[in-house]
């Protein structure tokens, strides 16, 4: 089945609207054309590759509400000079208006154009410089790509949805109080763990035990039956090192079974 995915944005609403388009593996030029003919209706369409859908995405989907943000601004800066507000805010989107306008029907690069009206020692390059040292355009260009990130991320989780049935957290939750599945999970852990390291704490107990013996043997001649004994200290030293977790997990269940400050009941 031939598929034409298409991106549009909310200016669409009003005719001025930028769709972008690309085709799928079975789609052919004509149902790119078609597609073309019914967008170009509300505005224009660029066709693109698949791989540059969500860079449209991040582009012109996204890009009317970084334009209304700067629109907004300039409104903000018209009314702190002192214009009244509905001024401020016609002057602002049919100046962004305008320029785009401009851009549209010579095809000029957009900072020959910024050029153009930038005249030297002017007030223009003044308020330029502030536009630079506030990293607007480093900021721009940050949120287009991180959006583009995010389109990217939005399309896997999508195809894992659809395809696999998978249901991605909304978010991750800490329960207050574990469940019973849970603390024979993790007892069933802890017994595990705790399997596995009793024979390497046994041995390596007595064998840190007996090297002391020896040594203090060898070095300080002292009686044979030492090592014995420090091996046996040791030993025991395992042996309690293992019953020592044993009653941290003891200590940890009797405190996860008493309830917390919220829930427990105001005396009184």
């Not at 019914?38 to 334009?67: H, Q």
């Not at 721009?140 to 195809?159: D, G, N, P, W």
Request: charged share 20%; glycine share 10%; net charge neutral.
């Amino acid at each position: 089945m031939p598929v034409v995915r298409a991106m549009p944005n909310t200016p669409s609403a009003v005719g001025c609207g930028m769709t972008g388009i690309c085709g799928g593996a079975f789609a052919k030029p004509e149902h790119l054309e078609t597609a073309r003919a019914m967008f170009d209706a509300v505005g224009r369409t660029v066709a693109v590759d698949e791989k540059n859908m969500d860079a449209v995405t991040a582009l012109s989907a996204s890009g009317p509400a970084y334009a209304y943000i700067i629109l907004e601004s300039l409104a903000e800066a018209g009314v702190k000079v002192g214009l009244p507000r509905d001024i401020a805010t016609l002057l602002a989107a049919q100046t962004m208006k305008g320029a785009a306008s401009v851009v549209l029907e010579t095809g000029d690069h957009p900072a020959l154009l910024k050029d153009a009206v930038t005249t030297p020692a002017g007030c223009t390059i003044d308020g330029i410089m502030e536009l630079e040292e506030g990293k607007l355009r480093v900021t721009l260009i940050k949120a287009v790509v991180k959006a583009t990130q995010r389109a990217s991320e939005l399309i896997v989780r999508e195809i894992a949805s659809r395809i696999y049935n998978y249901e991605w957290p909304k978010s991750p939750t800490i329960p207050k109080k574990l469940t019973q599945a849970q603390k024979d999970a993790r007892d069933m852990t802890l017994k595990a763990g705790l399997a596995m390291e009793l024979p390497f704490t046994l041995v390596g107990a007595v064998a840190v035990g007996g090297a002391i013996g020896y040594f203090l043997d060898k070095w300080l001649h002292t009686a044979p039956w030492l090592l014995i004994v420090l091996g046996g200290f040791g030993f025991a030293g395992g042996i309690s090192e293992i019953i020592r977790r044993l009653r941290l997990g003891d200590i940890r269940d009797e405190m996860s079974e008493q309830p917390n400050s919220a829930e427990r009941p105001l005396s009184g």
